[in-house]
């Protein structure tokens, strides 16, 4: 029994990594993405996606957001980042 158990939490676990791989996959073609539309440096996307919760957002909400394409990929982060910026200033 210990032994099934021990099989069952390292599968578990394998899969827990590929999800978190994955999902780092997909932030990071999405950063890549980004600059490449908006001429910017992948290191100023960087800051900018942390600034305004765009890594964690596209994190959460993978399962939908991973079946989209690049370019309404772009126009989602162009929305998400205006009405933050928006938000912050009122």
Not at 32 to 44: F, G, I, L, P, V
Not at 61 to 87: A, Q, S
Request: a negative charge.
């Amino acid at each position: 029994m210990e032994k099934e158990l021990n099989q069952l939490e390292k599968e578990f676990k394998q899969r827990q990594m590929g999800i978190v791989e994955e999902r780092a996959r997909f932030v990071s073609f999405c950063i890549e993405q980004y600059a490449r539309a908006k001429n910017m440096s992948t290191e100023d996307v960087v800051n900018l996606f942390e600034k305004y919760g765009i890594t964690e957002h596209f994190c959460e909400f993978f399962e939908v957001l991973h079946t989209h394409g690049h370019n309404w990929l772009i126009e989602e982060i162009d929305e998400m980042i205006n009405n933050r910026k928006h938000r912050q200033r009122n």
